[in-house]
């Protein structure tokens, strides 16, 4: 299984972005969806999560400023950023956790980066 990250680049404070990974397997096979971020010498974080049965959640610094969803029909995970600030800076990951032949397997992305200049 593959997840294919893109949407990062550099953006002002305030500004928006898009996130979007997609995942090489059927949507059937895939649970909850999550993107996750990691600044240098700190652990990875979860910022926001998606599954029919959990529904979404996210952390506290990026409510009401994140939104994550899912595509069930092209199997991609997006997270929409806007408000952006220099703390959000990281390399965001995406995240999945397969079912049915992949059920307890857990699948990372390659990692894209987010910059939010001051």
């Known amino acids: 299984v593959q997840l294919q990250a893109s949407g990062g680049g550099l953006v002002q404070t305030g500004g928006s972005l898009t996130l979007s990974c997609a995942a090489s397997?059927?949507?059937?096979?895939?649970?909850?969806m999550a993107w996750y971020r990691q600044t240098p010498g700190n652990q990875r974080d979860l910022v926001a999560s998606?599954?029919?049965?959990?529904?979404?959640n996210y952390l506290d610094s990026v409510k009401d400023r994140f939104t994550i969803s899912r595509d069930y029909a092209k199997n991609t995970v997006n997270l929409q950023m806007i408000g952006l600030k220099p703390e959000d800076t990281a390399v965001y990951y995406c995240?999945?956790?397969?079912?049915?032949?992949?059920?307890?397997?857990?699948?990372w992305g390659q990692g894209t980066l987010v910059t939010v200049s001051s």
């Open positions: 998606i599954g029919e049965r959990s529904g979404t």
């Open positions: 397997v059927k949507s059937f096979e895939i649970d909850n």
């Open positions: 995240y999945a956790e397969g079912t049915r032949r992949y059920r307890g397997r857990h699948f």
